[in-house]
């Protein structure tokens, strides 16, 4: 069975910074790709940065580069989203995705097989 859990969600004044951690298991594959998405209310899905097995190249929202950062380390199938100089609209549900036999990213979510339940992140100003 695959599994994501994610962490390092909480509560940060407008600013701060939080790091999320996403570790995954069950799946063995050699192409993957890992999203990173989130859900404020009252809102669509949106994807914020991904980056796959194969090239290890992170891809961002166009909005959030500078800010977002997505690392990777593929021995322990475990990504992180490191965010900075948080913004009340950056208020969300944060959600882990994998889309497994991938060899690039996208911000679709429904190309991904597997989520995580989500981790709050609540910014505020």
């Known amino acids: 069975e695959v599994q994501l859990v994610e962490s390092g969600g909480g509560l940060v004044a407008a600013g701060g910074s939080l790091r999320l951690s996403c570790v995954a298991s069950?799946?063995?594959?050699?192409?993957?790709?890992f999203g990173w998405f989130r859900q404020a209310p009252g809102k669509e899905r949106e994807g914020v940065s991904c980056i796959s097995s194969s090239d290890h190249t992170p891809m961002y929202k166009e909005s959030l580069k500078g800010r977002f950062t997505m690392s990777s380390d593929d021995a322990k199938k475990t990504v992180h989203l490191q965010m900075n100089n948080l913004k009340p609209d950056d208020t969300a549900v944060y959600y882990c995705?994998?889309?497994?036999?991938?060899?690039?990213?996208?911000?679709?979510?429904?190309?991904?097989?597997?989520w995580g339940r989500g981790t709050q992140v609540t910014v505020s100003s």
């Open positions: 995705a994998v889309e497994v036999g991938a060899r690039k990213c996208s911000d679709y979510p429904y190309n991904y097989d597997y």
């Open positions: 069950g799946f063995s594959a050699d192409d993957y790709a």
